[in-house]
Nanobody, 117 residues
Framework: QVQFVESGGGLVQSGGSLRLSCAAS????????MRWYRQAPGKERELVAS????????NYADSVKGRFSISRDNAKNTVTLQMNSLKPEDTAVYYC??????????WGQGTQVTVSS
């Protein structure tokens, strides 16, 4: 059973930092790129960051570039999103998921990030 379990969210002041973690299971983690998404109230889910299976390439949405950093540990089947210089517009529920059509219907419960001004 494919599962994604996100954690690490919380309430932080503008300019602060949070570190999100995602534990994945039910598939060969090291074979897939991983992605972090977020969904703010009233908005569509958007892709925030991605990392290839061997950590060779990372990509970021323009809105988070230079502030967020994605990494992974293939030995532990985890992917992490380090978020610095947080802004109120970063407030959202954050989700992780593997890349690929097979995973399109698999979403975890997400982790809430709230940035106060």
């Amino acid at each position: 059973q494919v599962q994604f379990v996100e954690s690490g969210g919380g309430l932080v002041q503008s300019g602060g930092s949070l570190r999100l973690s995602c534990a994945a299971s039910g598939f060969i983690f090291s074979s897939y790129s991983m992605r972090w998404y977020r969904q703010a109230p009233g908005k569509e889910r958007e892709l925030v960051a991605s990392i290839t299976s061997n950590s060779g390439t990372t990509n970021y949405a323009d809105s988070v570039k230079g502030r967020f950093s994605i990494s992974r540990d293939n030995a532990k089947n985890t992917v992490t999103l380090q978020m610095n210089s947080l802004k109120p517009e970063d407030t959202a529920v954050y989700y992780c998921r593997a890349a690929g059509n097979y995973f399109v219907n698999y979403w975890g419960q997400g982790t809430q990030v709230t940035v106060s001004s």
